[in-house]
């Protein structure tokens, strides 16, 4: 007969803390066998002892002879050759340029475009999309850079200005995205600034690789992208963080604008320099020509 009261329930309580407290006892085998089995298998190298012969055979090119080390004076100095050679082609250092410093604004504003989309329509009011809009700036920022090959434009001449046409229209778009306040647009603007990034950024790489030999294209995309980061790393703690002027959302891409329109001047100014110079020389013979006595 069971008792009813406190010592009843306390004895309950007992015995099925006792009936738990025996589960892992039972259970430890299985997860225990499996851990053994895995290191076994994951230790366990039946071609180790022939890899070695069978490296070294005769028609692998390799020996056990260990190559010197070499010279870091000379690593370096070649490497700084290397990166004079690359860097005194004009074409190069302008698509490099650009190629950096549009970088850096573009991680700026991928960064925080979530902040900036948080006040103007917070979440906890209204459902998002910011996910879907990420996804819908990807495709369409890849059908844009599938387009591109189709496009017929002689880079080495207007190359510059195009990229001064397209950066104004970046600064556009973020300032827009800045100013308006409508969410909507904001995602609008987001999407036409990622697919113009992502078109001249596909061009930017294209070109660069045109005025390289394969063996230098880690070197000079690794400097253009050390840049990029360093500019980004240097901007964020300028306008970002606490440090620095701790701007507000608004401001930041406010000033992220002016960064792209900054751009856009820098290389209208330049392109324009470009094809003045290069007409100049096209007219020159023509009318040295002309001057020459029959």
Sequence with gaps: MVVPGPVSRRAAAATMLLRTARVPRECWFLPTA?????????????????LTPYLLGPDKNLTEREESKPDRLLVLKVLWNDFLVCYSSRPLLCW????????????QVVNYAQGLWEQVMPSRHAAIYNGGVEAVSTLLGAVAVFA????????????????SLFSLLIAAAVYIMDTVGNIWVCYASYVVFRIIYMLLITIATFQIAANLSMERYALVFGVNTFIALALQTLLTLIVVDASGLGLEITTQFFIYAGYFALIAVVFLANGTVSIMKKYRKQEDPQSSSQETPS
């Design 34 to 50: 499996l851990l053994c089995a895995y290191g076994f298998f994951a230790s366990l190298r039946p071609s180790e002892p022939f």
């Design 96 to 107: 490099s340029v650009w190629w950096a410093l549009s970088t850096c604004g573009y991680f």
């Design 148 to 163: 591109v090959g189709y496009i017929k434009i002689s880079w080495s001449t207007w190359g510059e200005l195009t990229l």
